[in-house]
């Protein structure tokens, strides 16, 4: 009887936190447990002990049918518009990705070039110093296409240029501006820059003022230079000094 009265004055006091517990944050012994309902989670069993827990919400409203013919005012739910929305065109055929890569004087546009390239091989054919090969299978969608690898062999930038005239498909034009892509001079890999006498890029280039030697040390005029090639071709540098780009937005024709 008497541990039943202990017991009883015990839980009636008002809870209290010991220095142990204010450190450790337990502030939730400062409700009683009649506040906070049980603390052990239990499944419910029953229908009834789910409801209890989250009482099942009215069925939501569907959404009304919009009559054909209203207006655009009122073909919305809740201020949020429900119109069909109108298809966006897409385009016939989405263009070809291609790896960029040096093509023969005069190509048209990358787009254009794959599309209208029969592989015939004809400006390969015709050209006098082998520079034209076909790439490689391993660049996918260019395989079989001309192209030219200074290399192996470079472009020599034909007076005539007889690649564009045996090209019967027409992506080798005489009218688009004859730039292959750009060279540019690593000096640190240059001999002529450290001091060493060589002038083989400028006495071999075959555009006039496209390298430039001054105090015995070359420069590459990227305003005249066709990016053909020979220059890295000649290089002499243990580790080769021209480092060339390919022309990335070569002109379109209209077709």
């Not at 201020?79 to 023969?104: D, E, H, N, W, Y």
């Not at 001999?191 to 015995?216: K, Y």
């Amino acid at each position: 009887m008497w541990k039943w009265r202990s017991k009883q004055r015990k839980t009636s006091r008002t809870a209290q936190l010991n220095r142990r517990d204010l450190l450790q944050g337990k502030f939730w012994k400062l409700v009683r447990p009649s506040a906070i309902g049980p603390l052990v989670m239990r499944y419910p069993k029953t229908r009834a002990d789910v409801e209890s827990i989250a009482p099942i919400s009215p069925a939501q409203p569907q959404r009304e049918s919009v009559p054909h013919g209203r207006s655009d005012q009122q073909q919305s739910i809740s201020g949020i518009s429900i119109q069909p929305v109108s298809v966006s065109p897409l385009p016939a055929k989405p263009p070809v990705k291609s790896f960029p890569v040096f093509r023969p004087p005069g190509a048209v546009s990358e787009d254009q070039f794959l599309a209208g390239c029969t592989r015939c091989n004809d400006c390969a054919d015709v050209c006098p110093h082998d520079a034209i090969t076909k790439a490689p299978p391993r660049l996918g969608v260019i395989a079989g296409t001309p192209v030219i690898n200074a290399d192996t062999n470079a472009c020599w930038m034909c007076d005539d240029f007889p690649c564009i005239s045996a090209c019967k498909p027409g992506v080798l034009v005489h009218s688009l501006p004859k730039i292959i892509g750009t060279a540019k001079i690593t000096e640190h890999l240059c001999l002529a820059h450290h001091h060493t006498t060589c002038t083989v890029c400028s006495e071999r280039c075959p555009v006039d003022g496209a390298i430039r030697v001054n105090q015995g040390k070359p420069t590459i005029d990227e305003n005249t230079c066709t990016g053909c090639g020979v220059c890295r071709y000649v290089c002499p540098a243990p580790e080769n000094a021209i480092l060339l780009m390919p022309l990335f937005n070569r002109p379109s024709i209209p077709t």
